[in-house]
């Protein structure tokens, strides 16, 4: 104990500004990058990768790119030709659809986006409307305009459907299709009647173990033969059957975990108010459960985006395979990276979206306590 | 109909109408899809029958001895064209096990790595982790396959110009040559010195556990069991006078002789299959690591346990707990996934069994079902693997 008597006046100090290593940039780059001798040396091999990497991409796909011309002679100074793209870009698109008839996909397509905007913005009025009329009288429109038949619209076979617009259909009908159904197959699973489940689970656990290249080549191989005598599918309905199909196993596993998790509670009060099983399910369990399991029923739809390319080896020439044409193409031989990177920048915008997307609606229906 | 369920309702003491009771109700419907669901098959299998009698099509596996008479680019067993389909099948499952076997491996690897990088303190690397995560899973494997196959690989130099590492690994168009070991007769005893030192080790460390759960003193176990396992073989291996020799693959006229060769159809599946499926298994890490909360690290520290021994004792195995199950379901997609060696003709089960001899048998229905119940088994299997493992770590509850 000190035994000084003498008074002193406590005079305060002004704040010493934060050491110059341990805020701003210099801060943030020494915490994050240069923590310790070996955070330092990844960071620096990190950095020298990086360095052998970008820049000759960034060179190859925009500096020493072509972007003008008609014709393979107009690729000259080394990069990326990506007049290869623009001189197919049609066929990419469309496939062998007639260029006449093109705007009919081009109408279909934007009626979609148009009909799909309201449902994003928030507080738009009769949601509801706009929903149901997406799913039950939209396709028929888009399949009329896409087939034509009626109202003076010449006829396109499905054989013409090519490109992204194959892509998207497919996986848009393979989307609206796989859903009920796994619904219905997830109820099927967890019902109290042996004979349901079991076919459920048989069901299920058919599809879920073999690859969808086997289903493709069952649909177009084996498929025929099951129907009767002249009876026959078009190429495209019976890989649409197949997709469906494989990916409504996955969906109902999906939609299962999600019924798994409403407590018992949920069906008890559901029962004591006194709703039969068809409307507790739609009107208590599902809601909650399909809000559960929005991430995973993403994930599905992503997969079963990214499946869709497996149609080219049954020959259909969906966004891949009109790529594939078009590297084979004679006259453009020796240009096969720009055309995947175009096909996997097409794929990667559409799978990041919707993933960015679930990631939103994850966050905005969490109830969950975050750190 | 409707009169003898009024009378069977007017003979129940209950008041409420038989089509009310729960029972009878279930009991209806279940004989209506059990109806339906026949009806579809036998629909079905009539269907198929006609159709293959009008088409001339043989029912049967009687093909399966009948001479194949095509080659196969890669087979593991003895193959050429004098072979039965049935050897043809074979080959391709064995194709189709081995491309699965190393993607796995490939994939796993990788794939922790990244998943560890994606959480890493260091800015830069979680961002190049997160990065490949977001790029590689949002990209179709097909297009990543025919991307390796047409776009990399046929673009490499002819064998005159291969890409060389060391003189001893060779990159070109035919694919990749590696060294292949000359195992002579004594090399079986290091074999043997390998397999003994897993038992041993095993024993060792079954044996520690039980001293240590008894005395409480603990052994080195996985010193030693290092040293059985590795040190053994070695110790045989220059004791038997290094009974291996290196067989070097050599440019020859106008291509590699010897060594150990890959064709370049495996080389390309091989790597679309890891990357994409690293890309998955990385979250997963990823995602099991942070399911330990913090609390459990703090915990185990307060009690005592070394940073090592926390990580071992605490953290692993409560992530894995998470992780083994989606890991072993990326197995099986994995695995599945090999299918998609047909784009680029890697003969594997589909490309050789559902396509070469689909189309020369025209066996549609018996192919076609072989090759499912192949994939089906397999996945089976992996799922039956994966109930045993979610029972044996379940959390144990009150």
């Not at chain 1, 738009?124 to 888009?142: D, E, Q, R, T």
């Not at chain 2, 009310?20 to 899809?33: E, G, H, K, W």
């Not at chain 2, 992780?323 to 299918?339: A, D, E, H, M, R």
């Amino acid at each position: 104990m000190a035994q000084s008597t003498a008074t002193q006046t406590f005079e305060r100090h002004a704040d010493l500004p934060p050491p110059v290593m341990a805020v701003g940039v210099l801060g943030w780059l020494r915490t994050n990058l240069f923590s310790s001798i070996a955070n330092t040396i990844l960071t620096i091999a990190a950095v020298y990768l990086l360095y052998l990497a970008i820049p000759p991409v960034i060179n190859w796909a925009f500096i020493a790119a072509d972007w003008v011309g008609a014709t393979r002679e107009d690729c000259t100074s080394g990069g990326a030709c990506w007049v290869f793209i623009l001189a197919r870009l049609n066929q990419f698109i469309y496939g062998f659809y007639p260029e006449l008839q093109q705007w009919r996909v081009n109408l279909a397509f934007g009626l979609l986006i148009a009909l799909f905007v309201p449902l994003f913005v928030r507080n738009f009025p009769n949601k509801a409307w706009v929903g149901s009329f997406l799913l039950f009288g939209y396709p028929i429109i888009a399949f009329v305009l896409f087939y034509g038949g009626i109202l003076g619209l010449p006829v396109v076979s499905t054989d013409q459907w090519g490109g992204l617009m194959l892509t998207l259909i497919i996986s848009a009908v393979g989307m609206v299709a796989s859903l009920p159904l796994g619904v219905l197959l997830a109820l099927g699973r967890r019902s109290e009647m042996p004979i349901v489940r079991a076919f459920s689970v048989a069901f299920i656990e058919l599809w879920r173990g073999v690859p969808l290249i086997t289903v493709l080549f069952m649909s177009s191989v084996m498929l025929p033969l099951f129907l009767p005598e002249g009876v026959t599918f078009d190429k495209l309905l019976r890989a649409l059957i197949g997709i469906t199909l494989f990916e409504s196993a996955y969906m109902a596993e999906v939609v299962r975990g999600g019924l798994q998790a409403i407590p018992s509670g949920q069906y008890e009060a559901a029962k004591a108010l006194g709703l039969n099983f068809w409307k507790s399910m739609s009107l208590i369990i599902l809601p909650q459960a399909l809000k559960l399991v929005i991430p995973g029923i993403v994930n599905t739809l992503i997969a079963l985006f990214k499946d869709t390319t497996l149609v080219i080896i049954i020959g259909l020439f969906d966004i891949l395979g009109a790529v594939e044409a078009a590297i084979k193409d004679p006259s453009w031989l020796g240009y096969a990276v720009e055309g995947y990177v175009f096909a996997a920048l097409i794929f990667w915008i559409f799978c990041y979206g919707m993933s960015r997307y679930s990631q939103g609606l994850e966050r905005k229906l969490s109830t969950e306590h975050n750190r | 109909m409707s009169n003898e369920t009024k009378s069977a309702a007017a003979h129940t003491p209950s008041r409420t109408a038989i089509w009310n009771n729960p029972t009878f109700r279930s009991l209806v419907f279940q004989a209506i899809v059990l109806i339906s669901v026949a009806a579809f098959f036998v629909y079905i299998v009539n269907n198929t029958l006609t159709n293959m009698a009008q088409r001339g099509i043989s029912t049967g596996f009687g093909f399966l001895d009948l001479q194949a008479g095509f080659g196969i680019l890669m087979s593991l067993i003895e193959y050429d064209e004098t072979h039965t389909y049935g050897r043809t099948f074979f080959v391709g499952l064995l194709n189709t096990l081995l491309v699965s076997f190393l993607g796995i491996l490939c994939a796993t690897l990788l794939g922790f790595i990244i998943g560890i990088a994606r959480l890493s303190r260091n800015w830069l690397i979680a961002r190049i982790a997160a990065a490949y995560i977001e790029i590689f899973r949002n990209i179709p494997l097909l297009l990543q396959i025919l991307f390796w196959y047409f776009a990399v690989l046929s673009a490499l130099p002819s064998p005159r110009q291969s890409l060389s590492l060391l003189d001893l690994f060779f990159l070109n168009v035919r694919g990749l040559y590696l060294p292949a070991p000359q195992p002579e007769a004594a090399f079986t005893a290091v074999g043997v010195a390998f397999v003994l030192g897993i038992i041993t080790s095993f024993l060792i460390a079954r044996w520690a556990h039980k001293r240590q759960d008894l005395t409480g003193q603990q052994f080195p176990v996985l010193l030693t069991g290092l040293g059985l396992i590795i040190g053994l073989p070695v110790l045989v291996f220059a004791v038997t006078g290094f009974p291996l020799t290196w067989e070097m693959p050599a440019l020859q006229g106008f291509n590699f002789r010897g060594g150990l060769s890959v064709i370049p159809e495996l080389v390309a599946l091989l790597l679309a299959l890891s990357i994409y499926t690293a890309a998955f298994i990385a979250e997963i890490v990823r995602a099991g690591i942070l399911a330990v909360s913090h609390g459990q690290t703090e915990a185990s520290f307060a009690l005592g346990l070394r940073p090592t021994l926390t990580l071992r004792l605490v953290v692993i195995p409560q992530a894995l707990r998470v992780i083994i199950p989606p890991l072993t379901s990326q197995y099986l997609n994995l695995t599945k996934n090999s299918s998609l060696a047909t784009a680029v003709g890697y003969p594997d089960l589909v490309a050789v069994w559902a396509g070469t001899t689909l189309n020369q048998t025209g066996q549609a229905v018996e192919i076609i079902l072989m090759t499912m119940a192949v994939y089906l088994i397999i996945s089976l299997l992996i799922s039956t693997f994966m109930n045993w493992y979610n029972k044996k770590t379940a959390l144990v509850e009150r």
